[in-house]
């Protein structure tokens, strides 16, 4: 991943180059991680680049900024166009989009009361997460020896910025150790979620995900698979998986906007569908990337063109 094509920040309200939009080392958030955040995809489709479930993500964005006090001083539709001119300026086809709201320079006491809520937009062009690769063989996974950690500690539903450390940590940890991504265990010892994926498994051609009870964030791309799934008459079941669950499953794969839709082919040494991606994994990413790419009409509204269509029948 690199920024090397990104020219330009849009920063509390205005675009300037990549190179101003600095931040005092004072901030609160660089002490302790006091932001929020979101991240999306924009895909390139035959009618120029949308958003993937734009809507979404900033009522998400909100929801965490509710969450940790803050007041998010634009509404979505400030923020939907300042998105849109940012990737229309690079002239990017598709890229990852990262809405940052945190606080700034005042003080650096733990209650962040006098401290300036800055907010600010990247955007980046960003290949596949776990791979392209990945995508098509699947990656290798392990257990986490770090657990993730439960909603009564930290709002597991809102996505923030300090609280990324805990997936950081196993992140580093799976890597040290020559797998591609960790797997979190949420307190009670069911399977959480990824450092930052969503966790499916198909088993006996029914769909398995867990939800918040697990400690998961509640993905914007699992929800979307949920739906795929449905549409393609599988069973979908949510509830708690067991780490048995996954080792005994017929395939399993993980969900993100970034790393869209990943087979998973071994946790720990046990191989999962002989390792490979499974037919029921193959199928349901075959319909997200019809559906990101708008080429899926059932989910066009899911998008969002930077350039708004105006020609009669499309959009
Ligand atoms: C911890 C974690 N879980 C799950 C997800 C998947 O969420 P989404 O599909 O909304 O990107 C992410 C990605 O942001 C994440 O960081």
């Known amino acids: 991943m690199s920024f090397d094509q990104s020219k330009w920040v849009w920063s509390n309200g205005r675009i300037v180059p990549w190179e101003d939009a600095t931040t005092h080392v004072s901030a609160h958030a660089l002490h302790y991680g006091t932001g929020v955040f979101e991240g999306m995809r924009c895909y390139e489709t035959a ?5 993937f479930r734009l809507e979404e993500h900033l009522d998400r964005l909100y929801q965490s900024a509710a969450v940790h006090g803050m007041d998010i001083p634009y509404t ?3 923020l939907t166009e300042a998105i849109c001119e940012l990737i229309d300026r690079h002239d990017f086809k598709s890229c990852y989009v990262r809405p940052l709201c945190f606080y700034g ?10 401290c300036p809520l800055e907010v600010v937009i990247l ?3 960003w290949a596949p997460y776990l791979g392209a690769e990945g995508l098509e063989r699947g990656v290798r996974v392990t257990v986490s020896p770090w657990r ?8 597991t539903t809102a996505k923030a910025s300090g609280q990324y450390i805990n997936s950081v940590l196993a992140v580093r940890e799976a890597v040290n150790r020559g797998f591609d991504e960790a797997l979190l265990l949420d307190v009670e010892g069911n399977v959480a979620e990824g450092s930052g994926e ?3 498994i198909v088993k006996d051609g029914q769909v398995f995900t867990n939800d918040e009870r697990h400690s998961i ?13 449905q549409d393609l008459g599988y069973e979908v079941n949510v509830g708690p998986i067991s780490l048995s669950d996954l080792l005994n499953s017929d395939e ?3 969900t993100g906007t970034a790393a869209e839709v990943t087979p998973i082919r071994e946790v720990d040494g046990t191989l999962i569908n002989h390792g490979d991606r499974g037919p029921v994994t193959k199928e349901i990413q075959s319909a997200f990337f019809a559906a990101t790419s708008g080429r899926h009409q059932r989910y066009r509204d899911w998008l969002t063109f930077v350039v708004p269509q105006t020609v009669a029948g499309i959009h």
């Open 123 to 125: 955007v980046w062009p």
């Open 217 to 229: 964030l509640l993905g914007i791309t699992r929800d979307a698979v949920i739906q795929i799934a």
């Open 252 to 254: 399993a794969f993980f």
């Open 47 to 51: 009618d120029g680049p949308a958003l």
């Open 148 to 155: 993730k950690f439960h909603s009564e500690m930290m709002p």
């Open 198 to 200: 969503n966790l499916f």
């Open 76 to 78: 979505s539709e400030e």
């Open 105 to 114: 320079t005042s003080s650096l006491s733990l209650h962040p009361a006098r």
